[in-house]
């Protein structure tokens, strides 16, 4: 019975470590990338695109790629393609690796999802994938179902024209952008097809719209494990936006507009933890920008290395001050119930050429003011609620679009 035990324990204890093992190495520290291969992320239906699965950090191991929409898992495969794709195709597609291994399969991280939008309308406007940078030129094409020889195209944002330009060119773009160009754009393009003009407006699209380098935000860490007890942190946050290659960034930290730090690369710095206003500073020096952050007071802010109390200002006066002359103040004069009268001076002067008198007030009640009517001008005539609203752009989308609208 004891031998029978102690073989029962040793059989548990031998497969401790592979439960372990494959608790830890389920999910592999890689993750998977989807590459578009061919085709564009907004294809009309009857289209086709293609996209790879690739594993960057690991190309030594063989792996098997599984293909998601959504929750939903498609097939294995390292390539994917949509054939004569149609509008329910649509959605957000992504990948995932798999191999085996002596102690079960093990996952990568799914990649960051790809949207693929299948459009059944005429017209798609096609934007970048990315955001286009403060600076550079935006490019965007108005595509047309079929590809007809275009007579004009116009690009609107939040339903505002932005650019018109004639000829069979479906490209259109806006340089030296900023924010402001950010938003929903779609186009309208015509054409003419036997002698019949024809116009099909795209469905919006998102356009983003990002600064090089954004404004940087201090924050202060009073107290790090990794530094002294009476030092504190200060890290100087932002987004860098520059394409590769990138050149460097330089950080600089003020205290009371004094600075710290002479340029570092690091975005964090210990120092002293003292009360005061502090603020960072970002600079790239090839791209000739820089950036300040927000003073941020921490603590009791001081003035120097004590806190000085400042006795109150006594304003100067410009001139010698002079004796004011002395007024004598009118007798106060009783209220009567009635209206008042005015006084009337002793030895009043006459004057001949006024001949009217001022008329003294009465006990009669006074007569409420009445508006006066406002004139009717000519020729005004009054709003109607019967009013011309010119006809919204036509949403058409599913997988057997509509005709295209014609222009008499």
């Not at 779609?186 to 002698?195: E, H």
């Not at 600064?211 to 504190?232: G, H, K, S």
């Not at 001949?355 to 009054?382: F, H, N, R, W, Y």
Request: with cysteine; charged share 20%.
């Amino acid at each position: 019975m004891l031998k029978m035990d102690t073989l029962l324990s040793l059989l548990v204890v031998s497969t401790l470590p592979q439960i372990v093992v494959l608790d830890v190495l389920s999910v592999a520290p890689y993750q998977a990338v989807v590459e578009q291969v061919a085709g564009d992320s907004r294809i009309f239906s009857g289209e086709s695109i293609r996209l790879r699965c690739s594993i960057p950090e690991d190309v030594k191991s063989t792996w098997r790629h599984l293909w998601f929409r959504g929750a939903e898992q498609l097939q294995e495969s390292e390539e994917f393609s949509l054939w004569d794709a149609n509008v329910k195709q649509s959605g957000k597609y992504s990948c995932q690796g798999m191999r085996e291994t002596i102690v079960g399969p093990i996952h990568t991280l799914q990649s960051l999802p790809v949207e693929i939008d299948v459009d059944g309308g005429w017209a798609i406007l096609q934007v970048p994938p990315h955001p286009t940078l403060v600076g550079e030129t935006l490019k965007v094409t108005c595509r047309v179902r079929g590809n007809p020889k275009l007579e004009e195209v116009i690009l609107y944002r939040d339903d505002v024209e932005v650019k018109r330009q004639t000829g069979s060119n479906p490209h259109v773009h806006l340089s030296n952008v900023d924010l402001r160009d950010r938003g929903l754009y779609t186009c309208r393009a015509t054409w003419d097809i036997r002698r019949h003009s024809h116009s099909v407006v795209s469905v919006p699209s998102q356009v983003y719209i990002s600064e090089i380098l954004t404004q940087p935000f201090l924050e202060v860490v009073p107290r790090d494990p990794l530094i002294p007890a009476n030092m504190m942190r200060l890290i100087c946050h932002l987004q860098y936006n520059a394409h590769a290659p990138a050149p460097p960034i330089h950080f600089y930290f003020y205290k009371n507009g004094n600075k710290l730090t002479t340029a570092s690369s690091e975005n964090n710095v210990a120092v002293e933890r003292t009360p005061g206003q502090y603020s960072c500073k970002a600079r790239v020096p090839e791209l000739d920008l820089m950036r300040w952050s927000e003073t941020k007071n921490f603590g009791q802010v001081t003035v120097g290395t004590e806190q000085r109390i400042l006795p109150p200002r006594v304003p100067k006066p410009f001139a010698p001050p002079t004796a004011a002359p002395a007024l004598t103040l009118p007798t106060a004069v009783e209220p009567r119930a009635a209206w008042p009268v005015p006084r009337q001076p002793t030895a009043a002067p006459t004057y001949p050429w006024l001949k009217e008198e001022i008329p003294q007030p009465t006990d009669a009640p006074l007569k409420p003011i009445q508006p006066a009517a406002k004139p009717q001008l000519p020729g005004v005539m009054p709003k109607t609620s019967n009013q011309t609203v010119p006809p919204d752009l036509v949403d058409m989308s599913g997988d057997y679009p509509a005709a295209p609208e014609q222009l008499e």
